[in-house]
């Protein structure tokens, strides 16, 4: 796996630092253009933001955030677990095991700890407690090295959760390694896959590095391959879910036709827990506007539609939430009314399933001339009305009569239903007194189109 480069020679930093000179001194021309010269062009602009983007990055890169150098560094500066140098201050503890001293970079021996680990990474002996106190001396004698080499102290990592160690580089490639061997190997790695990239927010990170590890991850799921097992399926597809999470990763994964139709696949054949991993990775991976078009155009929602009606309880609900994400965006209503989603939709709601989640997509659908035309066929505002009636749920009644607010707006034929249920009831009439105040707005919008009706003679 090609890698980002982690550190600077002393070379490279005196380079750093002249090719940040170089940069500045570019930078004042261009600030000086855009400010003295009323006829600037907007490329001096772009160039400037270019050119600060540069320098952010060069400091980004400077020795103080990097620690790989041309000479050997001591091996007993290196961290036994990360096998990189380890950044004082404060980040020097001891572990006491069996009388024994043994010291490690404060952020990989904490992350070995919260992990669940009982033992010393490097003896494997259970630990008799889990102290961490700063090693001094090591610390001092790091920082009389980095100053005999003229090295700049590199600065602890601030986040434990992000620590990637080069051991957790070689173990990552070492799976992807196995994901191209026999179907064994296969299964293996990618179960264990599937397990880092659930534990550890860090391991997620390392997919986003090069543009050869996502390929690598799918290529047992390639078309060429006659059959997969539904083990390793299922793996990879929660891999891929794990990895979602990362919002680094959503973008890149958003963008790739492979990575769409291998969830669009598993959608159609996997088994039930590989199809609700694969509806729950396409559900993280709509939180980006860009995603949902996508994803919308990808045919994934007919999909998801079939998911939800075929009812499986461990699937109803991630399908469902990702149906929701998908149609916050215009174009997405439109496939999913076309899809048939408002029979599906009504017929769980009418049988008492995830009925707030459903109503809340209904809810977004209503706006769409097709769905209210299906919604009016299918009988939906006799079924809604007695929702609001009978139910408790605020959250539940202020959704149905948002779509019957939109119902009646579009189709003047229903305001007889809800003229009929008033009369007898005066629903609305409650939901304007008690309801939520988006609830009291949509109660009130319905009856005065009913008083204005010359059918009805009615006082709120």
């Given at each position: 796996?090609?890698?980002?480069?982690?550190?600077?020679?002393?070379?490279?930093?005196?380079?750093?630092?002249?090719?940040?000179?170089?940069l500045k001194?570019?930078?004042?021309?261009?600030?000086?253009?855009?400010?003295?010269?009323?006829?600037?062009?907007t490329?001096?602009a772009?160039?400037?933001?270019?050119?600060?983007?540069?320098?952010?990055?060069?400091?980004?890169?400077?020795?103080?955030?990097?620690?790989?150098?041309s000479?050997?560094?001591?091996?007993?500066?290196?961290?036994?677990?990360?096998?990189e140098?380890?950044?004082?201050?404060?980040?020097?503890?001891?572990?006491?095991?069996?009388?024994?001293?043994?010291?490690?970079?404060?952020?990989?021996?904490?992350?070995?700890?919260?992990?669940?680990?009982?033992?010393?990474?490097?003896?494997?002996?259970?630990?008799?407690?889990?102290?961490?106190?700063?090693?001094?001396?090591?610390?001092?004698?790091?920082?009389?090295?980095?100053?005999?080499?003229?090295?700049?102290?590199?600065?602890?990592?601030?986040?434990?959760?992000?620590?990637?160690?080069?051991?957790?580089r070689?173990?990552?490639?070492?799976?992807?390694?196995?994901?191209?061997?026999?179907?064994?190997?296969?299964?293996?790695?990618?179960?264990?896959?599937?397990?880092?990239?659930?534990?550890?927010?860090?391991?997620?990170?390392?997919?986003?590095?090069?543009?050869?590890?996502?390929?690598q991850?799918?290529s047992?799921?390639?078309?060429?391959?006659?059959?997969?097992?539904?083990?390793?399926?299922?793996?990879?597809?929660?891999t891929?879910?794990?990895?979602?999470?990362?919002d680094?990763?959503?973008?890149?994964?958003?963008?790739?036709?492979?990575?769409?139709?291998?969830?669009?696949?598993?959608?159609?054949?996997?088994?039930?827990?590989?199809?609700?991993?694969?509806?729950a990775?396409?559900?993280?991976?709509?939180?980006?506007?860009?995603?949902?078009?996508?994803?919308?155009?990808?045919g994934?929602?007919k999909?998801?539609?079939d998911?939800?009606?075929?009812?499986?309880?461990?699937?109803?609900?991630?399908?469902?939430?990702?149906?929701?994400?998908?149609?916050?965006?215009?174009?997405?209503?439109?496939?999913?009314?076309?899809?048939?989603?408002?029979?599906v939709?009504?017929?769980k709601?009418?049988?008492?399933?995830?009925?707030?989640?459903?109503?809340?997509?209904?809810?977004?659908?209503?706006?769409?001339?097709?769905?209210?035309?299906?919604?009016?066929?299918?009988?939906?505002?006799?079924?809604?009305?007695?929702?609001?009636?009978?139910?408790?749920?605020?959250?539940?009644?202020?959704?149905?009569?948002?779509?019957l607010?939109?119902?009646?707006?579009?189709?003047?034929?229903?305001?007889?239903?809800?003229?009929?249920?008033?009369?007898?009831?005066?629903?609305?009439?409650?939901?304007?007194?008690?309801?939520?105040?988006?609830?009291?707005?949509?109660?009130?919008g319905?009856?005065?189109?009913?008083?204005?009706?010359?059918?009805?003679?009615?006082?709120?």
């Amino acid at each position: 796996m090609a890698r980002r480069e982690r550190g600077l020679s002393a070379s490279a930093a005196d380079g750093g630092g002249g090719k940040a000179a170089e940069l500045k001194e570019k930078l004042r021309g261009l600030v000086k253009a855009i400010l003295e010269d009323d006829d600037y062009t907007t490329r001096h602009a772009e160039d400037a933001i270019a050119t600060l983007s540069t320098l952010r990055d060069l400091k980004r890169a400077s020795p103080s955030s990097f620690y790989d150098f041309s000479f050997p560094v001591p091996p007993e500066f290196r961290c036994p677990i990360s096998t990189e140098l380890m950044i004082p201050p404060f980040c020097f503890h001891s572990l006491m095991c069996c009388c024994q001293m043994q010291t490690y970079d404060r952020a990989y021996i904490q992350r070995w700890l919260d992990e669940g680990h009982r033992t010393c990474p490097q003896t494997q002996q259970v630990l008799s407690h889990t102290n961490l106190t700063p090693n001094y001396l090591v610390r001092d004698m790091i920082a009389q090295w980095c100053k005999e080499h003229a090295i700049e102290m590199p600065k602890p990592v601030q986040d434990i959760n992000q620590v990637v160690s080069n051991a957790d580089r070689d173990h990552l490639d070492s799976l992807l390694h196995k994901l191209s061997l026999s179907v064994p190997d296969q299964k293996e790695a990618a179960r264990e896959l599937r397990l880092l990239t659930k534990r550890m927010p860090s391991f997620r990170t390392l997919f986003g590095e090069s543009v050869d590890v996502i390929p690598q991850l799918l290529s047992p799921l390639s078309p060429n391959t006659a059959h997969v097992h539904p083990d390793l399926h299922e793996d990879l597809i929660t891999t891929i879910l794990n990895l979602s999470i990362q919002d680094d990763n959503k973008k890149v994964f958003g963008e790739d036709p492979t990575v769409i139709a291998l969830l669009i696949d598993a959608l159609k054949s996997g088994t039930i827990q590989t199809r609700s991993n694969a509806a729950a990775a396409i559900f993280t991976l709509s939180a980006l506007d860009s995603n949902k078009h996508i994803i919308g155009k990808s045919g994934a929602i007919k999909h998801l539609l079939d998911l939800l009606e075929e009812g499986q309880p461990l699937a109803v609900k991630d399908a469902a939430s990702a149906i929701f994400n998908l149609c916050l965006v215009h174009e997405n209503k439109g496939r999913t009314v076309r899809e048939g989603a408002v029979r599906v939709i009504l017929k769980k709601i009418m049988d008492h399933i995830l009925v707030d989640e459903l109503l809340a997509i209904l809810a977004l659908l209503s706006s769409h001339p097709k769905a209210i035309e299906e919604m009016g066929d299918l009988g939906a505002v006799a079924f809604l009305l007695a929702i609001i009636r009978e139910g408790t749920s605020e959250r539940t009644k202020e959704n149905c009569v948002a779509i019957l607010y939109t119902i009646c707006y579009g189709d003047r034929t229903k305001l007889k239903e809800v003229r009929e249920e008033e009369k007898a009831n005066g629903t609305l009439s409650k939901l304007a007194r008690h309801g939520t105040s988006r609830a009291k707005r949509k109660a009130n919008g319905i009856l005065e189109r009913l008083n204005r009706s010359p059918c009805l003679t009615h006082t709120a």
